[in-house]
């Protein structure tokens, strides 16, 4: 399919200090590229991910270029994409030139074209049955391919004017058989508040089929196949999670005690004050001290009853 050029209000004034122009002239260099500039506010994208974007040209190719990427998320995005492209190619990016060791990007073809989130947003969404039918293709390669995505949302599939889907963005993408994963996750689990948002069955807790499923519900159409496959890809990461989380709270506990200990030199110690301050539920407390009370209670009483013997 013919792309048309990018229209003007793609291009943003590019910040010299975030180093945009040494990347650009990098790759200007050693693609021979014709033409490259910042796409879509390329200095930061407020998602979190730590991309750039670039558009470029060469001969009549052009190119959608991500540039960095936290850890090793874009070494990730050029494996996935590339093996479910191989599996589907009409529904999935080509990769067209790549590194990812010291300088760190990936370029896929460019394609002018809405998101599925832009078109729903405009209310503009022709042939939905078509798109349907798309999802279910998309499904069916990464149940394939035993690969999860764990983002699937509008804004990251791509609507061709012909109804064609791509679903995009791999960056989170894992194996989910057996699941492993990536690096940079296991070292910086707070990443997940980034991750799959309104469309994952819970925080950790990913299926691609149930997110696909949700988005053909929206659409206003049903897919048994798809619905048949919720349950079968779910992954859920817990490395780790529960003792990385506890060590936190340890830490938090330290922090409130000194805080206590300096905020009662100023406040009077009330018995009020004592017990808003217990960080601990405040059931607990009271069954502790029903407890004690009790044993206490039945250690007179048997005392008492041993004397009367
Ligand atoms: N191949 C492409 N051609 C043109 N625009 C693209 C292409 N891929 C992505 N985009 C645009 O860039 C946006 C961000 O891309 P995405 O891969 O989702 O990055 P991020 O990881 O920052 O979410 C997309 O929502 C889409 O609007
Ligand atoms: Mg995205």
Known sequence: MKSERPSKDTTVHFDPHAGNLDNMNYLKEKYNLSLIRPFKGAIDNGGG????????????????????????????????????????????????????????????????????????????LVNKQKIILQLEKIAHTLATCKVSHRDIRPDNLLVLPDGTLKLIDMQWAVPNSPYREINYVNEHPEQFAELGTTYAIAQYCWDDMYSIHKLIRELGGHSDYVYSLIGKFKIQYNVQRDIILLKEQIKQLQSDSQQMQTQSINKPLTLLNCWKQIKYPKWFILFLCWFIVKKKNRRKFKKKYSIRQ
């Open 49 to 124: 991910s730590g991309y750039v974007y670039y558009y470029a040209e060469k001969d009549s190719a052009r190119f959608f270029i991500k540039w960095g990427g936290a850890g090793n998320s874009l070494a990730n995005e050029v494996h996935f994409t590339n093996l479910l492209y191989k599996e589907n190619p009409n529904n999935f990016l080509q990769v067209m030139f790549e590194e990812h060791n010291e300088k760190k990007y990936v370029a896929f073809e460019f394609l002018k074209t809405p998101t599925l989130a832009e078109l729903l947003a405009q209310h503009n």
